[in-house]
């Protein structure tokens, strides 16, 4: 390519590219960076400057009843440390995503296995499990709020049949983030799949047949060829998934308003409820600050964690 | 040797018989809440309350659909969603073509740090920001309005990357043929740069709207009033002004959902093919 580049500049007829390519006017490069400039203006008004400003109001006692502020130092932080709900809040959030990640993941690398065959039929069905990842998570919430029903819900038919007494699925501490989970993945797991079946396809086949070839058995391809090469895929859904887990909040604010007793109390719900229930935005900006640092270091971390352990194809 | 290779051939076909059966009890199973949504909507109130679950309506009542509409101003939600879906897809995806096209075709002092911090804006989630983005959309006199919906929302990260790596595989050759002969950045990136990666930038145009479709955090923080509901809020609302007894209205509740979903699955279903390879393709590749 740079080859063909010089060539091209060494041909006579080509001056006017030389000039452009070779030292770039200073007013060409203002021109394609005014081209950058409303995406970089957006991101800034109303991602960078609101960020910077989280931090500030974290500091301050701001309620929005008031019109004026007044900084406080730590006293909001200090406030989260000392209060149980705080890290009632956090293990709420961590439980909701370590179930999430782990069944969305497992599931989908299983549905992977099992649906990655060209034909029309599977390519259909792929389709059909891929839908629930764009219905809203509203409506998803809707319809399990209505099939986790404590008196009509469709799972008491399904567990009663079995013998099982009818549950109020939603009210019960022990059962309530299973099936918040529940939601998520039913809505997630077609998406899991289809990154995998992608991942698996890009795998070239010469190394199975090189390994066939050797004697190995399915299962063996499968943990010595298929998994080590599938890891920048699990690490991309790893990370994605954690992330979109830990912002749990549609489904709680339909399902459950955190309840009962806190019992799904995630974070981002208990955010949006110090915020615009009880206006305290001063503790809310505080809860944010604690929420994005934790995403942040647990991206980088796994970050880390890759560049070490994450098989990349040379 | 042949009858063994018999008995292999036989053993693949089973094996194949049985992966199907599993493929169509697993689908059917993630398909179930689908159904039961469909399903639900027509029943009558005394069928969605029998305690054995009929799988098919005894009697089909479709006085649920406008007994849903009556109940809230459902052609006023969705016609606000369509606005905003539609306006959103107008901003996000002309300020991605541009940075797309800025970024992948063209140099600017920065512009490494700059695209890190796109890049960068995808770990920042909406509620980590909406509070000061509120404030000011309280002050300017923007809540309550399409502006506070649409205009916080006019740069998409994951926009302006995927667009950005369409364009960069495409060839300089043409568009330095088309700088020769005049044309100018505006007509390069929408008559040449758009058309030749056509099939990204409409599925992203689907993407955005499906997204905006189904968004509920931030009208639920922008909009307060009943004119301006969008779908997923107005149905929210439905449920609460019914809250305690949702047992008894859940046959309403589904027929609103069906409407709202119902042009998502359709644009679903069109777009499918499209759309799966996105996604399979906008990942670290």
């Known amino acids: ?314 | 040797m042949k009858d063994n290779r018999m008995a292999g051939d036989a053993n693949q076909r089973w094996i194949s018989v049985l992966r199907i059966v599993l493929a169509v009890v697993v689908t059917l199973i993630i398909f179930f809440p689908v159904y039961w949504l469909l399903i639900s909507a027509v029943k009558t109130q005394a069928e969605t309350r029998l305690p054995i679950p009929t799988f098919w309506p005894q009697e089909f009542s479709w006085g649920n659909f406008g007994e849903a509409m009556r109940r809230v101003p459902f052609t006023r939600y969705f016609l606000n969603t369509f606005i905003m879906s539609v306006g959103l897809i107008i901003l996000q995806l002309n300020v991605a073509l541009l940075a797309a096209y800025a970024f992948a075709k063209g140099r600017f002092w920065g512009m490494n740090v700059m695209f890190f911090f796109v890049l960068a804006a995808l770990m920042i989630p909406e509620q980590v920001i909406f509070v000061p983005v509120y404030v000011l959309m309280s002050d300017i006199g923007w809540l309550n309005t399409f502006w506070a919906l649409i205009v916080p929302h006019g740069a998409s990260a994951f926009g302006i990357f995927l667009l950005r790596q369409a364009f960069k595989s495409l060839n300089n050759d043409v568009l330095e043929a088309a700088r020769i002969d005049g044309a100018g950045r505006f007509s390069i990136l929408y008559k040449l740069l758009v058309p030749m990666a056509a099939p990204t930038v409409i599925t992203l145009g689907v993407l955005i709207f499906i997204s905006g479709w189904n968004s509920y955090f931030w009208p639920l923080i922008m909009t307060n009033v009943e004119h301006m509901r969008v779908l997923t809020t107005g149905i929210a609302m439905l449920r609460d002004s019914i809250r305690g007894d949702e047992h008894l209205n859940f046959h309403i509740i589904m027929a609103a959902s069906v409407m709202a979903i119902s042009p998502i699955v359709l644009i679903y279903s069109v777009m499918q093919k499209h759309i799966v390879s996105a996604m399979a393709n906008s990942t670290f590749k």
Do not use: C
Request: proline share 4%.
């Open chain 1, 1 to 314: 390519m740079a080859n063909v580049n010089k060539a091209k500049a060494a041909s006579p007829g080509t001056a006017a590219s030389v000039r452009r390519w070779g030292s770039y006017a200073t007013l060409e490069k203002w021109k394609d960076f005014l081209f950058a400039l409303p995406a970089l203006a957006f991101l800034g008004v109303f991602l960078y400057y609101p960020l910077v400003n989280t931090i500030y109001i974290s500091f301050t006692d701001w309620n929005m009843v008031r019109p004026d502020k007044e900084l406080v130092g730590f006293k909001n932080y200090n406030w989260l440390f000392t209060n149980e709900d705080f890290y009632q809040s956090l293990q709420v959030t961590f439980l909701y995503t370590i179930m999430d990640v782990v069944l969305t993941l497992g599931f989908g690398l299983l549905l992977a296995l099992l649906f990655n065959v060209s034909s029309k039929v599977y390519a259909f069905m792929r389709g059909v499990i891929f839908m629930p990842y764009y219905i809203s998570m509203v409506i998803a919430s809707m319809v399990f709020l209505w099939i986790y029903n404590g008196s009509y819900g469709f799972l008491n038919a399904v567990v009663g049949y079995f013998g099982i007494a009818p549950h109020d699925w939603l009210i019960n501490p022990a059962t309530v983030l299973p099936a918040l989970v529940g939601v998520s993945l039913w809505k997630g797991v077609g998406f899991a799949m289809i990154l995998f079946i992608s991942g698996i396809r890009s795998i070239p086949v010469e190394y199975y047949e090189a390994a066939a070839i050797d004697g190995a058995s399915r299962f063996h391809s499968f943990r010595y060829i298929t998994l080590p090469l599938l890891s920048p895929m699990t690490l991309f859904l790893l990370i994605t998934t954690f992330i979109a887990s830990m912002q749990v909040f549609q489904s709680i604010h339909v399902m459950t308003n955190g309840g009962p007793l806190g019992a799904s109390n995630a974070i981002v719900y208990w955010i949006y409820n110090m915020a615009f229930e009880q206006f305290r935005i001063g503790r809310a900006s505080a809860l944010i600050m604690i929420f994005f640092v934790i995403i942040l270091v647990l991206t980088l971390l796994q970050w880390i964690v890759s560049r070490k352990k994450v098989h990349y194809e040379g």
